[in-house]
């Protein structure tokens, strides 16, 4: 286990070839499962976990939504940079974990790395297990 210079543990949890483009891994670290998504090309970690009532976030869709706008017009964007509960929708961004209806609550994001061949997270404490789960995701 190596401390980063940010005070973060750094964990390896897979190989780089394991999370291609659009896929989606769960890891089990000390009871916490934390979710990675590989989006354009981009790695991202997030607690399994919607703030609202728990469900699962590794089935969320990954979309972009309407930003504010003048009225009549609607325009798109943050193109694949929300995850959206599979329950009842609400929407976090991947980057900083804040919901977009409200800055108060948030989806507790990681630091998520490629490096040598590996993808690294970053987590607080430095953890007793690591563990890849199993889940079924037809997306």
């Known amino acids: 286990m190596i401390m980063s210079n ?26 916490v499962e934390i979710g990675l998504i590989r989006v354009e090309g981009k790695c991202h970690a997030f607690r399994n976990s919607c703030p609202h009532q728990g469900v699962p976030m590794i089935y969320g869709s990954v979309v972009g939504t309407m930003v504010p706008s003048r009225p009549q017009e609607y325009v798109y964007g943050h193109h ?7 329950l009842h929708g609400w929407e976090f961004n991947l980057k900083t974990g804040k919901a977009l209806f ?4 948030s989806l507790k994001i990681y630091q ?5 061949g590996e993808i690294v997270l970053y987590v607080d404490r430095e953890p007793l297990q690591v563990t890849r789960k199993q889940f079924f995701c037809a997306l």
């Open 102 to 105: 409200s800055p108060g609550v």
């Open 6 to 31: 940010n005070g973060k543990h750094r964990v390896a949890v897979c190989s780089s070839a394991e999370l291609a483009e659009g896929q989606r891994q769960l890891f089990d670290i000390d009871g």
């Open 80 to 86: 694949n940079e929300i995850i959206r509960c599979p």
């Open 112 to 116: 998520a790395e490629e490096e040598a």
